[in-house]
């Protein structure tokens, strides 16, 4: 075995500067769609894959879809519950090279009652799967609590 030159970093210390380069490009990925969430700007997809897949893991009608178009439309029954909906990001977490754990809280209020959704002691959450600088998974939870359970985290 050589030794090391002095100043030279080995293929692991490459390895974890390119993971942390990867992670780094994905939070800011994702704060730049927060960001336009955040002044409502739902219609723009340009972060997302051609066949991104969008879950709505827990609630009231857990679904799935696939594709923009899916997107779309799983996009339009989640609103469809909401007289108004914005969204405020509380925190975001790098789980790994490729997923991103986002803790927000919506808010607005419900269609056809007078329940503000800050009357709603709970936070949600997004996981977010990047590749490439596109989303190519986004599973929303209505219960944070519930996405720490499945990602193992605990609370």
Not at 21 to 48: H, K, Q
Request: glycine share 10%; net charge neutral; aromatic share 8%.
């Amino acid at each position: 075995m050589r030794p090391r030159q002095p100043g030279r970093a080995g293929p692991d210390a490459r390895a974890r500067d390119t993971r942390r380069a990867m992670a780094s490009e994905n939070l800011t990925r994702v704060r730049s769609i927060y960001a336009a969430w955040e002044r409502g700007e739902f219609t723009s997809v340009d972060w997302a894959s051609s066949d991104i897949e969008l879950t709505l893991a827990d609630g009231p009608d857990p679904q799935t879809w696939k594709g923009l178009a899916g997107m779309a439309e799983g996009w339009r029954t989640f609103e469809r519950s909401w007289g108004s909906l914005g969204v405020e990001l509380i925190e975001l977490r790098e789980l790994d090279t490729e997923h991103v754990l986002s803790t927000v809280r919506f808010t607005g209020r419900t269609r056809g009652s007078d329940l503000e959704l800050a009357q709603v002691p709970t936070l949600q959450a997004c996981v977010l799967q990047l590749r490439g600088g596109r989303v190519t998974k986004l599973v929303l939870y209505w219960h944070l609590d519930q996405a720490l359970a499945d990602l193992g985290l605990g609370t």
